[in-house]
Antibody, heavy 120, light 110 residues
Framework: QLQLQESGPGLVKPSETLSLTCTVS??????????WGWIRQPPGKGLEWIGI???????FYNPSLRSRVTISVHTSRKQFSLEVASVTAADTAVFYCVRGTHDVDNLDMWGQGTMVTVSS | QSVLTQPPSVSAAPGQKVTISCSGSSSNIGNKYVSWYQQLPGTAPKLLIY???KRPSGIPDRFSGSKSGTSATLGITGLQTGDEADYYC???????????FGGGTKLTVL
């Protein structure tokens, strides 16, 4: 059974870069059927779509975050990563890595989520 | 403000039926598939409905989805206390070239 697992620091200082990695267990991260992405949820609030990446490296980002976000894929390691630059307290959230299906855009696999707090 | 509009909350008694609406536009719901996600307290969201009305394996037929024009609806029949959760609609927006979610609806089973 394919599983996704987020990893990375739980605390980041303001103005620094938040970096998270998602490791995919079983199956392949390559191919064109699926894409891989990040969703975040500030405490007590709703879901916010951050961005996705295909195995080819093609990316799509939330326009409101595009200037600060980079998503990369490392197919040989079955990992993909997220970087958010110049973070502020408003970036404090639970971050989920997800798998989506191309053309139908359903997010059928979710990681358990990892809480990241931005604070000095 | 979310691109997709959902009611903040709905409630109904056990055994009853409830519907949750999701309103969008021609650049999202009007031309793309809608998914619904269930987020139980303290857990990650889970795919509940995909491609407007299909249910993943393991999702009971008490849950249903439909779409008309630029709006989608999630229906839940035979409500159980275990259905208390936040429900989100999601889809792709062809103008933003990004995924979008509704603001979420909190279901209370009285």
């Amino acid at each position: 059974q394919l599983q996704l697992q987020e990893s990375g620091p739980g605390l980041v200082k303001p103005s620094e870069t938040l970096s998270l990695t998602c490791t995919v267990s079983s199956g392949s991260i390559s191919g064109t059927t699926y894409y891989w992405g990040w969703i975040r949820q500030p405490p007590g609030k709703g879901l916010e779509w951050i961005g996705i990446i295909f195995a080819s490296g093609t990316t799509f980002y939330n326009p409101s975050l595009r200037s600060r976000v980079t998503i990369s894929v490392h197919t040989s390691r079955k990992q993909f990563s997220l970087e958010v630059a110049s973070v502020t307290a408003a970036d404090t959230a639970v971050f989920y890595c997800v798998r989506g299906t191309h053309d139908v855009d359903n997010l059928d696999m979710w990681g358990q989520g990892t809480m990241v707090t931005v604070s000095s | 403000q979310s691109v997709l509009t959902q009611p903040p909350s709905v409630s109904a008694a056990p055994g009853q039926k409830v519907t949750i609406s999701c309103s969008g536009s021609s650049s999202n719901i009007g031309n793309k598939y809608v998914s619904w996600y269930q987020q139980l307290p303290g857990t990650a969201p889970k795919l509940l409905i995909y491609e407007d009305y299909k249910r993943p394996s393991g999702i009971p037929d008490r849950f249903s989805g439909s779409k008309s024009g630029t709006s989608a609806t999630l229906g839940i029949t035979g409500l159980q206390t275990g259905d208390e959760a936040d429900y989100y609609c999601g889809t792709w927006d062809t103008s933003l070239l990004a995924g979008v979610f509704g603001g979420g609806t909190k279901l209370t089973v009285l």
